[in-house]
RNA sequence: GGCGGUGUAGCCAAGUGGUAAGGCAAGGGACUGCAAAUCCCUGAUCCAGCGGUUCGAAUCCGCUCGCCGCCUCCA
């Protein structure tokens, strides 16, 4: 397959290096707050992403996903609310795993804390230091930009033309405006661990370094994360990890675009944002994995409720489709006809032009446009096949749970319903044939409508009525 | 100022040299006791604008316009 790599600007084909074992670095969340809208892109990009290499090219894949549990903001919030640090990053971490299941996003194979590896970082930050690579400034260490090789090829960035202090004031204490820190040194107060330099706490670029190579050791295949963090964290990552060691660090690196929310960013000032957790409430995690695959991930996805609800819309056509086609053979057997072989067979032709869609820099737009075609194709095999050739509709249906599962769509069930039920709703569905053939459509009616305030929709088809049980 | 993204039917959105996928919405028809669902038909002579390269461009080049992001801790 070929994706696009940020360090190289062009889309390159990819396959693991080693063992048939893709290693997958994706930056996690700051547990300071819940996650917003934003932040849940590149958990349901590069975790579908994930879902498809192993299922789809029968690779192994780790995948390490950090917490970001110390940082400036937590000190701010714990200042502002009187809870702790740790009580903070608790609560936030425990809501950020909620969060994947609901999203029905995997866990990660592993999820490394930061202040459980701030040990390796001194001793990371100390070979810097003594390479020349860093220096000491009052208890803080900056790292020393000029001493790093290609710095800025990452993010296409010259620092001399780059309007140092355009956002934030440019500290004395550095050598170089763009010098990053590496320890800074506590504040009464704040949390902190020891250090030759004193007491203090590691900067943020330095926990990816360590824990990547911790958790995937040489399988240094795919660092990912938003493309606003392509400058200056992933830049300063490569500038540590290169400068630290002379072995190769990731080989590519992928950019997820910003998530716009009216046209612009999200910004919490503006109050345009929104908690992927309220989203959760209204739209069903189906929808909103099929709302942000539904546009290419390298480009900017502007968030509308008109989106989520167009996408709730196309995931229902399909479930529709799945369902249907599962009450109606639900207690059939037998082998499909000789129709229904045909159409099996063309089957693949959908299989395969999904898997160069998504081998296409993961083009899951066109996968789903895939999708809706096998829907479109299927529908009309339904219209016509009859007997044993609709045997082979099971053949569409387990082909649309397979195509659906990398992205997280159609996986669930459709029946829901307990076997004293189903029987039941069999009696009804029975009884209510008699009732119309006799033509008494005002009892079969009252049957049709009682059924569906209880959540189970009846249609009625040529092959019969079937039964559904909504989701609720 | 530097780096980068983006502008395709009413809405969303693929397509990056060979003559415009898919979804949502809308209208007409078929089917149906009625519902629901489904099927068929109807859509951009055109891809922000202008100019150029080419046998041929939404796709390449130039200019212009609009929107957006990054330029020290924001996915």
Redesign the pocket.
């Known amino acids: 397959m070929q994706l696009y790599n940020t360090l190289t600007k062009r889309v390159q084909p990819f396959e693991p290096q080693q063992d048939r074992t893709v290693g997958m670095y994706v930056?996690g969340?700051?547990v300071y707050d819940h996650l917003h809208i934003?932040?849940v892109?590149?958990v349901l990009v590069f975790g579908a992403l994930r879902r498809y290499l192993e299922r789809f090219k029968n690779w192994r894949v780790l995948y390490v996903q950090n917490v970001t549990d110390v940082?400036?903001?937590l000190i701010k919030r714990s200042a502002e609310t009187g809870e702790s640090v740790a009580a903070i990053a608790e609560k936030y971490t425990r809501a950020y795993f909620d969060l994947l299941q609901a999203l029905r996003v995997d866990r990660p194979t592993a999820s490394p804390l930061a202040t459980d590896h701030v040990r390796e970082m001194v001793d990371f930050i100390a070979l810097l230091v003594q390479r020349g690579h860093a220096y000491v400034r009052d208890g803080d260490v900056y790292f020393r930009v000029e001493s790093a090789k290609d710095y800025g090829s990452l993010?296409?960035?010259?620092l001399s033309?780059?309007?140092?202090?355009?956002?934030?004031e440019?500290?004395e204490a550095?050598e170089?405006?763009?010098?990053?820190?590496l320890w800074?040194a506590a504040k009464s107060g704040e949390p902190s661990w020891p250090s030759p330099w004193g007491d203090g706490r590691p900067?943020?670029?330095t926990e990816c370094v360590i824990m990547s190579r911790k958790y995937l050791g040489s399988h240094l295949d795919i660092h990912a994360?938003?493309?606003?963090?392509?400058?200056?964290?992933h830049e300063n990552e490569i500038a540590q990890a290169t400068a630290a060691s002379d072995e190769p660090f990731f080989r590519f690196w992928l950019h997820?675009?910003?998530?716009?929310f009216g046209?612009?960013?999200?910004h919490k000032s503006l109050g345009n944002f929104r908690y992927a957790y309220q989203i959760l409430e209204v739209y069903d995690a189906e929808t909103v994995s099929y709302f942000y695959l539904?546009?290419?991930y390298?480009?900017?996805?502007?968030f509308?409720d008109?989106?989520l609800?167009?996408?709730q819309?196309?995931v229902a056509?399909v479930r529709?489709?799945i369902g249907?086609v599962e009450a109606e053979l639900r207690n059939r057997h037998g082998n499909a006809g000789s129709d229904g072989g045909a159409f099996s067979a063309s089957l693949q032709g959908f299989r395969a032009r999904y898997v160069a869609?998504m081998d296409?820099?993961f083009?899951t737009?066109?996968a789903?446009?895939v999708i809706?075609?096998l829907?479109?194709e299927t529908?009309?095999f339904?219209?016509t096949a009859t007997g044993e050739d609709r045997l082979a509709l099971r053949d569409a249906v387990l082909l649309l749970r397979e195509l659906g599962g990398p992205l997280g769509l159609f996986e669930s069930g459709t029946s829901g319903a307990s076997s004293i039920e189903a029987g039941l709703l069999d009696l009804l569905v029975d009884l209510r044939r008699e009732l119309?053939a006799r033509k008494a459509?005002d009892l079969?009616?009252r049957v049709?409508d009682q059924l569906a305030e209880l959540g189970v929709?009846?249609?009625?088809?040529?092959q019969g009525t079937i039964w559904s049980r909504r989701a609720s």
């Not at 993010?155 to 010259?158: E, L």
């Not at 929709?457 to 040529?462: P, R």
């Open positions: 930056c969340p700051t934003g932040n892109r590149p940082d400036d903001r993010s296409g960035r010259r033309e780059q309007e140092a202090g355009s956002r934030v440019i500290s550095k170089d405006p763009f010098d990053f820190t800074k900067g943020w670029h994360g938003g493309n606003d963090l392509v400058f200056p964290h997820n675009g910003m998530l716009h046209g612009e960013e999200m539904s546009r290419h390298r480009k900017p996805l502007d509308s008109e989106g609800r167009a996408a819309a196309a056509r529709r489709l249907d869609a296409d820099d083009n737009v066109d789903v446009a809706q075609d829907v479109s529908n009309r339904r219209e119309r459509f079969s009616d049709r929709d009846l249609k009625d088809t040529e």
